[in-house]
């Protein structure tokens, strides 16, 4: 059985910022709105964004992506 030393338990709480992105693909089907998608996530993870939630809206013509990252301390 394993012990638990309380006294070295440190919990650590985590800080996030947090992004919003409207994306407008009214004039783009098909496979030119998941370009476009795709194009705003990978540039979003390369400066260390994580995509939570997403909404369409607007007859699905527009994207509301909410992205996260840890905020430094």
């Given at each position: 059985m394993f012990?638990?030393?309380?006294?070295?338990v440190k919990l650590q709480i985590m800080?996030?910022?947090?992004?919003?992105?409207?994306?407008?693909?009214y004039f783009n089907t098909g496979d030119g709105c998941?370009?476009?998608?795709?194009?705003?996530?990978?540039e979003m993870a390369k400066e260390g964004w994580e995509l939570v939630n997403f909404q369409c809206y607007?007859?699905?013509?527009?994207?509301?992506?909410?992205?996260?990252?840890?905020l430094n301390a």
């Open positions: 012990a638990c030393d309380e006294r070295k800080k996030w910022k947090y992004k919003v992105v409207n994306i407008n693909v998941k370009e476009k998608v795709q194009s705003v996530c990978d607007d007859a699905s013509s527009k994207f509301l992506l909410i992205f996260k990252r840890e």
